[in-house]
Structures are given as C-alpha cells and as structure tokens.
C-alpha cells in the first residue's frame, strides 16, 4: 500500500453544527454536502476530509453505535503567531470550544492553541518555525536549535 491516506471520516452527530464550524469558522467550502447525510471537504490534494451522521456511520461500519473520536488531534500551521489568534477566534464565534488558548507551546518552539470541533475533533491552530513545505508538497521538518 502506497504511504498516503486518501480520504478520512469522522461520525457527526449534528452536521448543522458541522458545517456552521467548518464554513464559518474555518471559511472552507464544501466538495459535496448531502444534507442529512454527509459533508466533504477537500483538505490537500487527493485528500478528503468527511463527517458523515452519526448513525449512518456506525450503520456503514456494521458498529451498535459510532465511536467517539478520541486521542487524536489534526493540526493547521500558520503563517505567523497572530494567526493563531485570529483563526482560534473565528472558529470559537463558529461554535468551536477552546481548550488552549493561544501560546507558547512546550515542546519544539511552536506557538499554538486547540480548539474543539461540534463532533469532539480537537484542531491544533499553530505556528511552527521549524515547518515547511516545499513546492512539490513535500514536508520539510527541522529540529529547533
């Protein structure tokens, strides 16, 4: 199996609360929005990110009920530290919870905060000095000196 992962789905158990979130907060827009039944976002290239309902999903995953989503966390890095900011501000009007605002973080130099999606996803907003990317998409990653 190559190394990449082409599409990830998260239970949803309100996906109005879903959509207000990520196309308010986040300002993204939709692939496809099933009202109903499930949102999809394109988050990089080839990449989908979808919240599908909640029962639908543990229906599709032959589960009694979906799971909640725990110990994970995705992760936007920014530009400058006052993105941070203004992005964990924006996602908080849209019905986000944060549970660290911005701030130094304790390992490898990172300016951060997390921010609680409606379905329990936490969103870590960052600045990472010692991240980038380059223009064929390749991560470039440095140790803080």
């Known amino acids: 199996m190559d190394q990449n992962v082409h599409f990830m789905t998260i239970a949803s158990h309100d996906l109005d609360a879903t959509r207000q979130f990520y196309e308010t907060g986040a300002m993204w827009a939709s692939l496809l929005d099933v009202p109903g039944e499930i949102i999809f976002y394109q988050v990089a290239p080839g990449t989908v990110l979808s919240f599908f309902d909640a029962d639908k999903f543990a229906q599709d995953a ?6 909640a989503v725990s110990g994970v966390t995705l992760a936007h890095n920014t ?5 941070v900011k203004i992005i964990v501000s924006q996602l908080e009007v849209a019905g986000g919870t944060v549970s660290k605002p911005a ?10 905060a997390h921010v609680t999606d409606p379905n329990g996803v936490i969103w870590e907003i960052a600045h990472n000095p010692f991240w ?10 440095s140790e803080p000196s």
């Open 79 to 83: 530009s400058s530290r006052d993105d």
């Open 132 to 141: 980038d990317v380059a223009d064929d998409g390749t991560v470039l990653l």
């Open 62 to 67: 032959g589960l009694p009920a979906a799971p």
């Open 103 to 112: 701030q130094d973080g304790a390992f490898g130099g990172v300016f951060h």
